[in-house]
């Protein structure tokens, strides 16, 4: 893992975020790592409900974020959420909390917007009764194993209509918003992490659906001591959130549809060299194995965090490239605190035995010449009929990798995907007459398959 973590880009959240942000961690000498994630996900809040992104392959996205902040205990988690999220109180005060029984949102004009702890059935239920959007905002993010749902949760990010069948009903509702917002601590978290759900948050995908946080004591505050403080609740930020809170309110009591934004061509251009750079750490980047679905979730983010930008600061039907450039930092940022904080480095990938997958593999493909003319190997063949421990793709993957990165062999791609691996040909004639010693290490390496360990 990292030893240093990068400071929060603050500047990225524009001018009503950043300042906004300054302002609460200067209120509340909280730490920027902690209130830079939280601010940006109160503007996905407030933007989510009036707007939706055309997306570059022809879909439309929700400009919802997930954001998770994990941090020590007495880091002033429940401080900054409340003033983050201060703005939405207009909205929400116009509902009557007290009400009872069969409720119409649309007729009300209002209605909860914040949620703090519900289950899946109480989101559904209160959909049901009209509401367009919401928040999920947990500042004791130790509850969500009460009631998480991994797939409730995937399919709300994704903005796919939620369906719950009970034994005499079925209740499908389409066009849904959700924004989520988590402070926890890393005791806490790291607990969650070990049990049945935590160990699903990877492979469900649901860990890549968010943008991570893992803040220590360690950052540095950057406030100005001696500076004049001023009150969170007073600033341009809030009157912004009560601006787009009235345009949602417009949009789902008149069952209006929400604006669409795109991406500008020179956004675009931003994002395809973005979306380049992931794809070439996914491939070769050793220290990404096992969390390359955060790399290829990368783009997806992109496009979520420029709109969220755009649309707070300077709402208009295109996307601009230095929304964009804001977007792509503010994922770079995440993506290393996401492998800081759940990756492994390539130290303690080469101490759990894994540099040896690369020995069997190249052992496996120069005993298998005289079958594979020009030492040429389908990644699909290696798959279904190499050595047992190269049978899952993340081991394949990662013996490729070394492989490569020994000038060993070179791998063949078709649409951004891995088809084939190819010896190296000035490594082809040396292989005719080899050096005996090594070919005896390797074929020992093949045989003996390499004790892999349960995580491999």
């Known amino acids: 893992m990292m030893n240093k973590a990068s400071p929060y880009p603050l500047h990225c959240l524009q001018s009503l975020g950043s300042d906004f942000a300054q302002c609460i961690a200067d209120a509340t000498q909280a ?3 902690l209130v830079g994630p939280v601010v940006l996900a109160a503007m996905a809040a407030a933007v989510q409900g009036t707007v939706d992104i055309h997306t570059p392959f022809f879909t439309v996205m929700p400009a919802s974020l997930y954001v998770s902040v994990i941090a020590e205990s007495g880091m002033r ?3 900054v959420i409340k003033h983050a999220f201060h703005g939405f109180r207009d909205f929400e005060a116009a509902f009557n909390g007290c009400q009872t029984g069969e409720m119409n949102f649309c007729e009300i004009g209002a209605h ?3 949620w703090e702890n519900t289950s899946e059935s109480g989101i559904v239920s209160l959909f049901g009764n009209g509401a367009q959007a919401a928040a999920i905002v947990m500042d004791e993010g130790g509850m969500m194993a009460k009631h998480l749902d991994i797939q409730s949760m995937c399919k709300r990010f994704d903005g796919s209509d939620l369906r719950v069948i009970r034994k005499h009903q079925i209740t499908q509702i389409p066009n849904t918003r959700t924004t989520f917002c988590m402070a926890v601590q890393d005791a806490v978290y790291a607990e969650f992490l070990e049990g049945a759900q935590g160990k699903m948050m990877m492979p469900s995908g649901l860990h890549a659906r968010n943008l991570y946080s893992f803040t220590k004591t360690s950052f540095v505050y950057s406030g100005c001591s001696g500076k004049r403080v001023s009150d969170p609740k007073t600033q341009p930020f809030n009157t912004r959130v009560r601006e787009l809170m009235n345009d949602y309110r417009d949009i789902f009591a008149s069952s209006c549809p929400r604006s669409h934004i795109q991406l500008s061509p020179a956004a675009l251009e931003c994002w395809n060299a973005a979306g380049d750079d992931w794809r070439q750490k996914k491939l070769f980047a050793q220290e990404w194995r096992g969390m390359k679905p955060f790399l290829e979730r990368a783009g ?8 969220v930008l755009q649309w707070f600061n300077g709402p208009k039907p295109m996307i601009d490239s230095p929304m964009m450039k804001a977007a792509v930092e503010l994922v770079n940022w995440h993506l290393e605190q996401a492998l800081m904080g759940l990756g492994k480095s390539e130290e303690l990938v080469r101490r759990t035995g894994m540099a040896d997958l690369a020995d069997v593999l190249y ?3 120069q005993r298998k010449l ?4 020009g030492g040429f190997f389908h990644r699909v063949d290696l798959l279904r009929k190499g050595p047992k421990c190269l049978r899952k ?9 070394q492989l490569v990165g020994q000038n060993k062999v070179m791998l063949h791609l078709e649409g951004g995907k891995r088809v084939a691996v190819q010896m190296n040909s000035n490594l082809l004639a040396l292989l005719t007459q080899p050096n005996q010693n ?8 093949f045989r003996r398959g390499i004790a892999v360990n349960d995580g491999v």
Request: net charge positive; hydrophobic share 45%; no cysteine.
């Open 77 to 79: 988690k429940s401080t």
């Open 370 to 373: 005289s079958t594979n003319p």
């Open 393 to 401: 793709a993340a081991n394949l993957d990662f013996a490729i990798d």
């Open 112 to 114: 909860p917007y914040l």
């Open 438 to 445: 090594e070919v005896r290490r390797l074929t020992s390496l």
């Open 363 to 365: 052992a496996y493909m």
């Open 300 to 307: 997806e983010q992109a496009l979520r965090i420029a709109a």
């Open 31 to 33: 730490k920027t790592a």
